[in-house]
């Protein structure tokens, strides 16, 4: 068994194998995990929100929930969650994004894109390789006018989700940093990545 504390704005990556089970605690509670996924052996087929909800009848993911690749083949499966409703639409923060919604202040902030790039360069990866990412644990209602929020989170400390690798499968991890809405009720904390057998 691996067991990793994501400390707070970190990133972290890991080769999760067929059949391994990935646990995601939120440690203290009401922190965005930014998530992605690729197929190790051929890390083009990355993980595809448009794969992922066009085989679900809901825009947020729960259990049961199939994470698919650009494909449609499956890459992980939600197959526990005591939260009940995860964001795969609201995408990850980054300086650019920062600034236009917060004010050019905000622009040396680290955040969710700058992590992952770091992160994939490990695996030899790039910027053509980020592809949208699920946001575990981040409130991101959806208005009937389509309209996208980012609210208060709807997680509590030490809550969970596991995830089963449908083949092995690359998962990288930003442990959001961003203070400027409440996604991480403005004070990122800790995650913790739990790797364990599926029997």
């Avoid at 999760?16 to 646990?23: I, P």
């Avoid at 409130?139 to 980012?150: E, R, Y």
């Avoid at 203070?179 to 739990?194: I, L, T, W, Y």
Wanted: include cysteine; proline fraction near 5%.
């Amino acid at each position: 068994m691996l067991r990793a504390v994501v400390r707070p704005r970190a990133p972290w990556s890991h080769v999760v194998r067929k059949g391994q089970l990935l646990e995601v605690v939120d440690l203290d509670g009401n922190q965005a995990v930014d998530f992605l996924c690729y197929d190790a052996a051929d890390t083009s087929r990355a993980y595809s929100a448009q794969a992922t909800l066009v085989e679900q009848d809901s825009v947020f993911l729960t259990t049961g929930s199939v994470l698919r690749d650009n494909e449609g083949s499956p890459l992980m499966t939600v197959v526990a969650d005591e939260v009940g409703r995860h964001d795969t639409l609201g995408g990850a923060c980054s300086k650019e994004s920062n600034t236009l919604r917060y004010g050019h202040h905000t622009q040396s902030q680290h955040a969710c894109v700058e992590n992952f790039l770091s992160e994939l360069s490990r695996h030899g990866l790039g910027k053509r390789d980020h592809v949208p990412n699920i946001n575990w644990y981040m409130n991101v209602p959806v208005d009937p006018d389509g309209a996208l929020g980012i609210v208060d989170g709807i997680s509590a400390p030490g809550l969970s989700l596991v995830l089963r690798a449908e083949t092995d499968v690359l998962v990288v991890v930003s442990n959001c940093p961003q203070v400027n809405n409440p996604c991480n009720g403005f004070d990122p904390s800790r995650a913790e990545m739990v790797v364990r057998s599926g029997e």
